[in-house]
């Protein structure tokens, strides 16, 4: 079920209420709430220059409390109504972590987590064995830290309890190789999940569909539209990491199985162009697989028993045909096209192994 915000946070007031808030609304940057509040003061320098925009404490603030954020809400209008057109937010990222904070101390009682990084440490980190992600350096991690050229105290930043749910966290390409797998397929014969796949199927899907027919927004993922070697459309799953002197995307393709991690330093983010490069080099190779695969894991004829039934099936372009299906001696692909030359039909795939 979806919850309005001020089920978990119920000092949560509204400027002007709009429409509900709700935990899905935070995570799919829908809510309608600015990025980053409570905003800077850009007193005498609007539209002048940037001053007082941005997050702390490139908007001269401090990393504020919950009860700074709360009362920022409660004081600045909202950019839209929720559902209307995303807008990142960070802010919405922050109240989203503490209301799971919440939640699950209304559900654990006395013992359970009382901040963002304890409860993703138990419930993610922990399980999943991951070495090299964290909020704060530590002595675990402090010899693998890179340092970038611009901005280096920015290793050094405590976000504070409320922003880290948005961007205090910092990780290693082995950690995020080990989500990549996991996201992929969280099934697999001795994958570690933290997440079902029931709830990856409804995670990894648009919310919002852009005018250009390209980009679209999901739960946390920005999406994007690319072609396979065979001209068809497949979706990327990808969230960005921007900080002055970090630059971090994870890029995923559930129909191709395969996960990009880039991770730079350095003055300007190359995170697009560096992901489009490697995609541009491996997709093919991707493509060649699944079709030798599909080859010699579905490819012939099939035949029943009595020999009363049969199947014919091929791939065509990468994908897996139909090209013949008697049922008990009838022409099952000629009875749904009506046709006495019927052309081969395209098998979707429900579940490992079954096809329709």
Not at 50 to 78: K, Q, Y
Not at 214 to 226: D, H, K, L, P
């Amino acid at each position: 079920r979806d919850d309005p915000i001020e089920r978990w946070l119920p000092d949560f007031r509204y400027h002007t209420y709009l429409g509900s808030i709700t935990l899905r609304s935070l995570m799919s940057h829908m809510s309608g709430l600015g990025r980053d509040w409570p905003a800077g003061d850009a007193s005498g320098a609007w539209p002048r220059a940037l001053v007082g925009g941005g997050p702390p404490p490139i908007n001269n603030l401090d990393f504020p409390s919950l009860e700074m954020v709360l009362e920022a809400i409660s004081e600045t209008a909202p950019i839209s109504a929720p559902y209307v057109y995303p807008v990142y937010s960070n802010t919405g990222y922050s109240l989203l972590g503490m209301a799971n904070v919440a939640a699950n101390r209304a559900s654990e009682g006395r013992g359970a987590p009382t901040s963002h990084a304890g409860l993703v440490e138990r419930d993610i980190f922990g399980p999943l064995a991951f070495n090299g992600t964290s909020f704060l350096p530590n002595d675990d991690t402090i010899q693998r830290l890179v340092v970038a050229s611009v901005a280096p105290d920015e290793v050094d930043l405590d976000f504070q309890d409320l922003s880290n749910p948005a961007c205090g966290q910092m990780s290693s390409l082995r950690d995020l190789v080990r989500a990549s797998q996991m996201l992929l397929d969280p099934e697999r014969e001795g994958q570690v999940s933290v997440i079902s796949e029931r709830t990856l199927s409804e995670w990894l899907r648009p919310i919002h569909s852009w005018f250009d027919g390209f980009s679209e927004v999901g739960a946390v993922w920005e999406i994007y539209s690319s072609k396979d070697s065979y001209g068809r459309t497949q979706k990327l799953y990808q969230k960005l990491g921007e900080l002055a002197g970090h630059h971090t995307a994870l890029t995923l393709n559930p129909a191709s199985s395969y996960a990009i991690v880039i991770l730079t330093t350095g003055p300007t983010s190359q995170t697009t162009d560096l992901t489009n490069f490697v995609i541009k080099r491996i997709q093919s190779v991707f493509d060649e697989e699944a079709s030798a695969a599909a080859r010699s894991t579905f490819e012939g004829t099939w035949e029943s028993d009595d020999s009363l039934s049969r199947v014919q099936i091929a791939v065509q372009n990468g994908a897996l045909f139909v090209r013949e299906y008697i049922l008990n001696g009838t022409d099952v692909l000629g009875v749904l096209q009506n046709a006495s030359m019927p052309k081969p039909l395209a098998l979707w795939t429900l579940a490992p192994g079954e096809f329709r």
